[in-house]
Structures are given as C-alpha cells and as structure tokens.
C-alpha cells in the first residue's frame, strides 16, 4: 500500500533563509507525488507534483521538490523563506489505482519568523 | 469555469440530525472525491465516484453516503450526525493527475 510520512510536523524558519520540509514515501510502483500547501482557513494549493519526468520539480512560488528514489524521498526546498510561505504544507501520493485518489501525509506546518 | 464549488461555507448541527453537503464541478470531470480533515491532519478519502452512477467507498466511509447521478453533482449525505462528523469536508475532482479541490465546508457538530 502507499503511504507518505512526514518527517516533521513542525518547521521555524528565519525570513530569507532556506526551507526544507521532509517527506519520505512508501510504493509498490513508481509513485504520482504531488506537494500542496494550505493557508490558514483556505482550501489547498497545488505546489508541484512528480509524475516520472523530471527528478527535479520546480513548482510555484520558488519552491522545488527532489525525487529521489534510493531514499524513497521527496523533500520540499525553497531557497530564501517569505513570510508569505507560512502555511501548512503537505506531500501527497496517489494510490496508484488510476481512479485519482490521494494519500495524505499529517501535514507540517512552517513558521516563517521576522 | 467556476471549478469546484461547495455549500454551503460553514453549517453546525446538533447531535441527530442530517444534512447534505453540496458538491458541483464544471469541468466535466469524470471522477470526483469528498474528503475529510480533522485538525492538525492529513485529509482523508470518504467516498469517490469515477462517474455518474458509480461511487465507491473511501478509508472513511462510515456515517456518510453519497449519490452521484450526473457528472456535475457529488453530494455527501450525513444522516445522524455525530461529534466526531465535526471536520472540514473537501470535494475535489479530478483530470488525469491533477486534483482540483474546492474551498471546502466547516461542518461543527453539537
């Protein structure tokens, strides 16, 4: 069965520096991966998805994802944090069975401090 | 394209009663979800549909039921409301490997 773990529930950051959120998957295939983040009260924002193109995913908002399938991650970077990017954050796999479902990970939420 | 619409935004119900949340897309797409997230989590699938007349069942299910007669409308039925129904719904649909979702229903139940 797939599955995502996310490696840190919470991330505090520094305006202007780097961000890593960690996420680490599960598959019996070659998996569908996909980063989505959600603003307070808001409903959720595709941020890039990994579909066996590329293993470097660029997505919106200067934020990039790595698939590496060695270490069955797909971590979440951005080089300099905004305060704009303090959200919840979550990788997602789809389950493989070509009907479009998707598996959440708990989710990690980023603080970006002043 | 309106996308994925919900209503309603936000709705409390008491202990036992029912309602039906409202689901509708305008891209003709084929497969449709609802979702369900707690605080602090992850959504959860509840009910899927990969078409009119055809729905099937998530990781869960239970306390909901779903209908699906036209490709445009998925709504999520609860009948007897209970505590642990209080959540955020999210009903999304699908184009090959993109997921749209909509902006969701904040449903307390008292």
């Known amino acids: 069965a797939q599955s995502v773990t996310q490696l840190d529930s919470h991330v505090s950051v520094s305006e202007g520096t780097p961000v890593l959120l960690r996420c680490n998957y599960s598959?019996?295939?070659?998996?569908?991966l996909f980063w989505y983040v959600q603003h307070p009260n808001k409903g959720l924002q595709l941020l890039l998805k990994?579909?066996?193109?590329?293993?470097l995913v660029k997505g919106i908002n200067g934020f990039e994802a790595e698939f590496k399938k060695s270490e069955t991650s797909f971590h979440l970077t951005k080089p300099s944090a905004h305060m704009s990017d303090a959200a919840e954050y979550f990788c997602?796999?789809?389950?493989?069975?070509?009907?479009?479902?998707?598996?959440f990970g708990q989710g990690t939420t980023l603080q970006v401090k002043p | 394209n309106a996308g994925v619409t919900q209503t309603p935004k936000f709705r409390i119900l008491k202990i036992g009663q029912s309602m039906t949340l409202q689901c509708a897309q305008d891209?003709?797409?084929?497969?449709m979800y609802w979702y369900r997230q707690d605080p602090g989590m992850g959504l959860k699938l509840i009910y899927y549909?990969?078409?009119?007349?055809?729905?099937d069942k998530g990781e869960v299910p239970n306390g909901y039921n779903v209908s699906r007669s036209t490709t445009e409308d998925f709504p999520l039925r609860l009948e007897l409301a209970a505590p642990s129904q209080t959540s955020v719904y999210f009903c999304?649909?699908?184009?090959?490997?993109?997921?749209?979702f909509g902006p969701g229903t904040r449903l307390t139940v008292l």
């Open positions: 999304a649909s699908t184009l090959e490997s993109l997921v749209f």
């Open positions: 598959s019996s295939y070659s998996p569908s």
């Open positions: 990994y579909t066996s193109a590329a293993t």
């Open positions: 997602v796999v789809s389950d493989g069975s070509n009907t479009g479902k998707l598996i």
């Open positions: 891209m003709n797409h084929n497969y």
């Open positions: 549909s990969v078409g009119a007349g055809i729905t």
